[in-house]
């Protein structure tokens, strides 16, 4: 059974930048599909990016080029860089793996953590 275990949450200021991982074990991690997820105060959970067992990057319009998402095989380790942090960033966020790389596929996930931005 795969297991997830996301770190790196915290605030920061306006602007500011990021980067929160996600560490696997128990299965072979290059197998996965991996994605990003977060859930804002008051409203549903909503995926930021995914990426692909073959290395491909799919990510919500509204991340536009601020966020990358990436992962370290040798490491079993996923990524998110978040850059030009918004208040509207804040929110509970998650990592999640699957066998396919459809929103509805995520069938493993990991804790979530908080990210707040703030002045």
């Known amino acids: 059974q795969l297991r997830l275990v996301a770190s790196g949450g915290g605030s920061v200021q306006p602007g500011g930048s990021l980067r929160i991982s996600c560490t696997a074990s128990?299965?072979?991690?290059?197998?996965?599909?991996l994605g990003w997820f977060r859930q804002p105060p008051g409203e549903e959970r909503e995926e930021v990016a995914r990426i692909g067992s073959d290395g491909a990057t799919k990510y919500a319009p509204w991340v536009n080029i601020r966020f990358i998402i990436s992962r370290d095989n040798a490491k079993n380790t996923l990524f998110l860089q978040m850059n030009s942090l918004k208040p509207e960033d804040t929110g509970m966020y998650f990592c999640?793996?699957?066998?396919?790389?459809?929103?509805?596929?995520?069938?493993?996930w990991g804790q979530g953590i908080q990210v707040t931005v703030s002045s």
């Open positions: 999640a793996a699957g066998r396919l790389c459809y929103a509805s596929g995520f069938d493993y």
């Open positions: 128990g299965d072979t991690f290059s197998d996965y599909c």
